[in-house]
């Protein structure tokens, strides 16, 4: 009998291996019969370089979001979708990519205009597209005009497609303006019928982040701050608006009985609606559109009838293929913070306590770096994370090398906690910042559980033990923690005075983890100066008492795998992009980005303290 076991056994060992061993064959024969036909591809392209015709225009066919850093992918995965034709879902656009693409178009002889087709651009932050409009308003002063065509243009798109020169709708499409809004789901009743248990702990009546799990509706606390905070926003988006559009501020119909006596006018017809307003200086169709550039740059023999280089091509054209040489200068090092802040390493596009903190003790210890800026874009995370960070930038500072923030959109709450430290803060005026405050919760489901007849027991040596999303919490155990979050604003608030030198009863007034906009943080004493990533940079530089220098960014070192991935990936670029094709972004796929967006927020924290210096409440909608 055991000999028949065995011989069983042993004959399916034997068939898995040989089924394991054709699986693994195939899949290998069909990887590299992908990368020969690749690289064939690539051979056969070699003479096939993407050129600038003369008398062209730029096309700013953005797709994705602006960001200061892009989230990481790995090469392989990147390599193994564009091979199969598949997309990055959440695409994104390095801002100082696209600002020296612009730049450089600027003093190109063969690029006499821009085209911007924005149907793709998903946002970003008003500081990032401020950026842009700088550029494309700088890039005019060479005498080359810019032009806007789009099928429809939303509020992000038209922030930029208002600094064209002409600023075309298609007729069939639309244009409308909605303005800034912060809108929550609440889910206290919800949890309440699943019988869930939200054990709740915080510190300041403006810390709204855990809202949503206590109450149906928002508070008067967090409606107020709310609204402070974002009609300064829409305030300053208006002004740019109107200023580029050489409008009047009253041209933003905010009610609906001044929106709809003039739609009516129109009969019910968003394009007429956009031309009448003075929103838009005409309407054309493609075929209009192309025979405008036509008489502008020339015919040409090509799909869109007229020379062009789309953004990509453009970039990869400005872009060396080896890394320059460092020069001999003194450095100012860039270190870049943006996403939520976690514990341990993180990749690029998230911020990690230990990877971020690494890239700060990087350039502390460089000798040619004699200043650092460290360039925030974060609603925060992990307060254990942040304080890792900030303990690197005091070590910097002993270091003697003067440390900057520069906040982009956002640096708020374990954001501005990481800022705090810098010898220097400069906001930009539209940056989301201060909730300086602290907040645990746990869920736990005992009550859910007990209803469907399951129930916990069990015995420990001490009163601590068993405690988790079966068991709930005892008083004791809320008290416990509750202290300890009490002790996290403690801390929070401590050190925003003496780094600030102001009083803890002062910062206690503006915390209360309350939401400021760039401008207020100011008038607040939050941060020093009102300015962009240059500016920072500067004033660095002339703490370190440097004149002639150059800049670095501190990023990770790819590994060999990585850099392998990487350059076969580049190389490849051109030919598995296929087509530049403009791409379009509905509403339906920004709110499911927005709830992806949301839902990551809250599973992916990690504190090992589940003490969380963070605001959920900064983003608009």
Not at 116 to 145: C, N, Q, S, W, Y
């Given at each position: 009998m055991s000999e028949k076991k065995s011989w069983t056994k042993s004959f399916f060992v034997g068939s898995w291996n040989v089924l394991n061993f054709t699986r693994k064959f195939i899949l290998n024969v069909i990887f590299f019969i992908i990368l020969i036909a690749i690289l064939i591809g690539i051979s056969?392209?070699?003479?096939?370089?993407?050129?600038?015709?003369?008398?062209?225009?730029?096309?700013?066919?953005?797709?994705?979001?602006?960001?200061?850093?892009?989230?990481?992918?790995?090469?392989?995965?990147k390599f193994a979708a564009e091979a199969f034709g598949q997309g990055n879902d959440n695409p994104e656009i390095l801002v100082r990519d696209l600002v020296k693409v612009i730049n450089n178009a600027k003093e190109d002889k063969r690029i006499k205009a821009i085209v911007l087709k924005l149907g793709g651009l998903t946002g970003g932050g008003l500081d990032k597209m401020r950026l842009v409009a700088e550029a494309i308003t700088d890039f005019k002063t060479a005498g080359k005009p810019v032009y806007a065509m789009g099928d429809y243009y939303g509020q992000n798109q038209y922030y930029l497609a208002a600094y064209a020169d002409n600023l075309y709708l298609n007729p069939m499409g639309g244009l409308i303006?909605?303005?800034?809004?912060?809108?929550?789901?609440?889910?206290?009743?919800?949890?309440?019928?699943?019988?869930?248990?939200?054990?709740?702990?915080?510190?300041?009546?403006?810390?709204?982040?855990?809202?949503?799990?206590?109450?149906?509706?928002?508070?008067?606390?967090?409606?107020?701050?709310?609204?402070?905070?974002?009609?300064?926003?829409?305030?300053?988006?208006?002004?740019?608006?109107?200023?580029?559009r050489n409008m009047d501020m009253?041209?933003?119909?905010?009610?609906?009985?001044?929106?709809?006596?003039?739609?009516?006018?129109?009969?019910?017809?968003?394009?007429?609606?956009?031309?009448?307003?003075?929103?838009?200086?005409?309407?054309?169709s493609r075929d209009e559109f192309r025979e405008e550039?036509?008489?502008?740059?020339?015919?040409?023999?090509?799909?869109?009838?007229?020379?062009?280089?789309?953004?990509?091509?453009?970039?990869?054209?400005?872009?060396?293929?080896?890394?320059?040489?460092?020069?001999?200068?003194d450095k100012v090092a860039i270190v870049v913070a943006k996403g939520t802040i976690l514990d341990g390493n993180q990749k690029a596009g998230t911020i990690g306590g230990d990877s971020t903190a690494a890239l700060l003790r990087d350039a502390r210890l460089n000798d040619k770096v004699k200043a650092v800026v460290l360039q925030v874009d974060s609603g925060g995370g992990s307060a254990f994370a942040s304080e890792v960070i900030r303990k690197e930038i005091d070590l910097i500072k002993a270091a003697g090398k003067p440390v900057v923030a520069s906040m982009a959109t956002y640096a708020a709450s374990g954001g501005y906690w990481i800022s705090a430290s810098a010898d220097e803060i400069f906001a930009e005026p539209s940056t989301v910042t201060g909730s300086i405050?602290?907040?645990?919760?746990?869920?736990?489901?005992?009550?859910?559980?007990?209803?469907?007849?399951?129930?916990?027991?069990?015995?420990?040596?001490?009163?601590?033990?068993?405690?988790?999303?079966?068991?709930?919490?005892?008083?004791?155990?809320?008290?416990?923690?509750?202290?300890?979050?009490?002790?996290?604003?403690?801390?929070?608030?401590?050190?925003?005075?003496?780094?600030?030198?102001?009083?803890?009863?002062?910062?206690?007034?503006?915390?209360?983890?309350?939401?400021?906009?760039?401008?207020?943080?100011?008038?607040?004493?939050?941060?020093?100066?009102?300015?962009?990533?240059?500016?920072?940079?500067?004033s660095a530089a002339a703490l370190a008492e440097l004149e002639d220098y150059d800049t670095k960014?501190?990023?990770?070192?790819?590994?060999?795998?990585?850099?392998?991935?990487?350059?076969?990936?580049?190389?490849?670029?051109?030919?598995?992009?296929?087509?530049?094709?403009?791409?379009?972004?509905?509403?339906?796929?920004?709110?499911?980005?927005?709830?992806?967006?949301?839902?990551?927020?809250?599973?992916?924290l990690n504190d090992p303290m589940a003490s969380y210096a963070m605001c959920l409440e900064c983003s608009v909608n």
């Amino acid at each position: 009998m055991s000999e028949k076991k065995s011989w069983t056994k042993s004959f399916f060992v034997g068939s898995w291996n040989v089924l394991n061993f054709t699986r693994k064959f195939i899949l290998n024969v069909i990887f590299f019969i992908i990368l020969i036909a690749i690289l064939i591809g690539i051979s056969n392209s070699g003479g096939e370089k993407a050129v600038v015709p003369n008398s062209s225009a730029l096309v700013l066919n953005l797709n994705g979001n602006l960001v200061i850093e892009q989230t990481y992918i790995d090469p392989a995965e990147k390599f193994a979708a564009e091979a199969f034709g598949q997309g990055n879902d959440n695409p994104e656009i390095l801002v100082r990519d696209l600002v020296k693409v612009i730049n450089n178009a600027k003093e190109d002889k063969r690029i006499k205009a821009i085209v911007l087709k924005l149907g793709g651009l998903t946002g970003g932050g008003l500081d990032k597209m401020r950026l842009v409009a700088e550029a494309i308003t700088d890039f005019k002063t060479a005498g080359k005009p810019v032009y806007a065509m789009g099928d429809y243009y939303g509020q992000n798109q038209y922030y930029l497609a208002a600094y064209a020169d002409n600023l075309y709708l298609n007729p069939m499409g639309g244009l409308i303006i909605e303005g800034y809004g912060r809108y929550n789901m609440y889910y206290k009743e919800g949890l309440e019928k699943l019988r869930a248990s939200v054990h709740v702990f915080k510190v300041g009546k403006f810390k709204s982040a855990v809202e949503p799990f206590l109450r149906n509706d928002m508070s008067p606390e967090a409606r107020l701050a709310n609204e402070v905070w974002l009609n300064e926003l829409w305030s300053q988006y208006k002004t740019d608006v109107a200023t580029a559009r050489n409008m009047d501020m009253n041209n933003f119909d905010e009610k609906l009985d001044q929106l709809i006596p003039k739609f009516a006018a129109v009969k019910g017809d968003f394009a007429e609606y956009a031309l009448q307003n003075g929103w838009i200086d005409g309407l054309k169709s493609r075929d209009e559109f192309r025979e405008e550039m036509i008489e502008l740059l020339g015919s040409a023999d090509n799909k869109d009838g007229y020379n062009t280089i789309s953004y990509n091509k453009y970039l990869d054209l400005i872009t060396p293929k080896i890394a320059l040489p460092e020069s001999s200068k003194d450095k100012v090092a860039i270190v870049v913070a943006k996403g939520t802040i976690l514990d341990g390493n993180q990749k690029a596009g998230t911020i990690g306590g230990d990877s971020t903190a690494a890239l700060l003790r990087d350039a502390r210890l460089n000798d040619k770096v004699k200043a650092v800026v460290l360039q925030v874009d974060s609603g925060g995370g992990s307060a254990f994370a942040s304080e890792v960070i900030r303990k690197e930038i005091d070590l910097i500072k002993a270091a003697g090398k003067p440390v900057v923030a520069s906040m982009a959109t956002y640096a708020a709450s374990g954001g501005y906690w990481i800022s705090a430290s810098a010898d220097e803060i400069f906001a930009e005026p539209s940056t989301v910042t201060g909730s300086i405050g602290i907040f645990g919760m746990m869920t736990t489901f005992e009550n859910s559980l007990e209803y469907i007849g399951v129930r916990t027991d069990g015995v420990g040596t001490t009163e601590l033990t068993g405690i988790g999303p079966t068991t709930g919490l005892s008083d004791g155990v809320k008290q416990i923690i509750q202290m300890n979050i009490e002790r996290g604003y403690e801390r929070f608030i401590n050190l925003v005075a003496t780094e600030r030198g102001m009083s803890t009863e002062d910062v206690d007034k503006i915390a209360q983890g309350r939401v400021w906009i760039g401008t207020q943080a100011l008038e607040l004493g939050l941060v020093d100066k009102l300015g962009d990533l240059q500016d920072a940079i500067e004033s660095a530089a002339a703490l370190a008492e440097l004149e002639d220098y150059d800049t670095k960014y501190i990023v990770r070192e790819l590994s060999e795998k990585e850099l392998f991935w990487q350059n076969l990936l580049n190389s490849s670029a051109s030919m598995l992009s296929g087509l530049d094709i403009e791409p379009k972004t509905s509403a339906f796929q920004e709110i499911l980005s927005k709830v992806d967006a949301d839902l990551k927020q809250f599973t992916q924290l990690n504190d090992p303290m589940a003490s969380y210096a963070m605001c959920l409440e900064c983003s608009v909608n």
